[in-house]
């Protein structure tokens, strides 16, 4: 049997399938599931009270849970972290991410992995059934046995599939992983998860920055006035400069950029006509904007 669940992580969904079916420990928590003779499913939203784990689909809990993910992709909370959690599934590193790990940072990471390249080909073989607007965001293999894709939606604000779509690629990825793993390509015993960039999806410069163009985006750079210290602020794109390879930023009118004894208020005309211009080699870490 296979285990398939649906988890929140930081700012994104992750859909995941491991290679048994491990004991299930009682939770807390409002929830869809469902049963079948191949998988679980389990779409979770925020702990409340306790419910039993049925056979049962509760049709009740359907709308809720997709309507909330709809309309708030990006704010849920972080499970907790650690090696392995307590249905037994490795935990991704928490390192800080950096631009092309193969996690929050994009890209492409092997780890070694003998069979790393075979089970990405698959990964783009499968993408071609969903059209052009979902991409390949972050592909990540390890040593234990673990694959982890994360799908990136070209016309949603934050990127982020639906949880439709991260459950059809799931199934149809996994599929062909194990097809593959029947003919002694890769090992037959693969775990996968699928999961949407998230919030602390890194962002390129310039490359990425256009399309966020009218989303608060925190910026950690180096100022150019003090030492080559660091700095961070939240900010709206004014333009990229290529010819000076930079972009200007202008405060974003959020909380962090308002006079706190001026509660309500927006930005003052001399904040509104702030503006920073900075050369792409400066900014050090570059994430969409959350207001907790």
Same mark, same amino acid.
């Given at each position: 049997m296979f285990f398939q669940n649906l988890r929140r992580s930081v700012g994104r969904w992750s859909l995941f399938f491991s290679s048994s079916l491990l004991a299930l420990p009682n939770i807390q928590h409002n929830s869809l599931l469902f049963q079948n003779p191949r998988r679980f499913v389990d779409l979770s939203l925020k702990p409340t009270s306790p419910l039993a784990l049925s056979h049962r689909f509760l049709s009740?809990?359907?709308?809720?849970? +997709?309507?909330?993910?709809?309309?708030?992709?990006?704010?849920?909370?972080?499970t907790e972290a650690g090696e392995t959690t307590d249905d037994g599934w490795e935990e991704e590193d928490e390192a800080e991410p950096q631009v092309g790990d193969g996690g929050d940072g994009g890209g492409v990471v092997f780890q070694g992995v003998p069979w790393g390249e075979r089970a990405l080909s698959i990964a783009h073989e499968v993408?071609?059934?969903?059209?052009? &607007?979902?991409?390949?965001?972050?592909?990540?293999?390890?040593? #234990?046995?673990?694959?982890?894709? #994360?799908?990136?939606?070209?016309?949603?604000?934050?990127?982020?599939?639906?949880?439709?779509?991260?459950?059809?690629?799931?199934?149809?990825?996994?599929?062909?992983?194990?097809?593959?793993?029947?003919?002694?390509?890769?090992?037959? &015993?693969?775990?996968?998860?699928?999961?949407?960039?998230?919030?602390?999806?890194?962002l390129k410069v310039p490359d990425d920055l256009?399309? /966020? +163009?009218?989303?608060?985006?925190?910026?950690?750079?180096?100022?150019?006035?003090?030492?080559?210290?660091?700095?961070?602020?939240? /900010?709206?794109? &004014?333009?990229?400069?290529?010819?000076?390879?930079?972009?200007?930023? +202008?405060?974003? &009118?959020?909380?962090?950029?308002?006079d706190p004894q001026e509660k309500g208020r927006p930005l003052s005309r001399k904040r509104r006509d702030w503006r920073l211009n900075l050369p792409f080699v400066m900014h050090k870490r570059v994430t969409l904007y959350l207001e907790y």
């Amino acid at each position: 049997m296979f285990f398939q669940n649906l988890r929140r992580s930081v700012g994104r969904w992750s859909l995941f399938f491991s290679s048994s079916l491990l004991a299930l420990p009682n939770i807390q928590h409002n929830s869809l599931l469902f049963q079948n003779p191949r998988r679980f499913v389990d779409l979770s939203l925020k702990p409340t009270s306790p419910l039993a784990l049925s056979h049962r689909f509760l049709s009740s809990s359907v709308s809720q849970n +997709k309507d909330h993910y709809e309309e708030h992709p990006l704010q849920h909370e972080e499970t907790e972290a650690g090696e392995t959690t307590d249905d037994g599934w490795e935990e991704e590193d928490e390192a800080e991410p950096q631009v092309g790990d193969g996690g929050d940072g994009g890209g492409v990471v092997f780890q070694g992995v003998p069979w790393g390249e075979r089970a990405l080909s698959i990964a783009h073989e499968v993408l071609l059934q969903f059209g052009d &607007d979902i991409k390949l965001y972050a592909f990540k293999a390890t040593p #234990r046995g673990y694959v982890y894709v #994360r799908l990136d939606k070209l016309s949603n604000k934050y990127g982020c599939p639906s949880m439709e779509e991260l459950e059809s690629y799931s199934q149809e990825y996994k599929k062909k992983l194990d097809e593959v793993g029947a003919l002694g390509e890769i090992p037959d &015993d693969l775990a996968l998860e699928v999961s949407t960039p998230g919030a602390e999806r890194m962002l390129k410069v310039p490359d990425d920055l256009g399309r /966020f +163009k009218e989303m608060p985006i925190t910026v950690c750079y180096e100022d150019q006035d003090s030492d080559s210290r660091e700095m961070t602020g939240v /900010f709206l794109l &004014d333009s990229i400069e290529m010819d000076s390879e930079s972009c200007v930023w +202008k405060l974003a &009118d959020v909380k962090e950029n308002r006079d706190p004894q001026e509660k309500g208020r927006p930005l003052s005309r001399k904040r509104r006509d702030w503006r920073l211009n900075l050369p792409f080699v400066m900014h050090k870490r570059v994430t969409l904007y959350l207001e907790y």
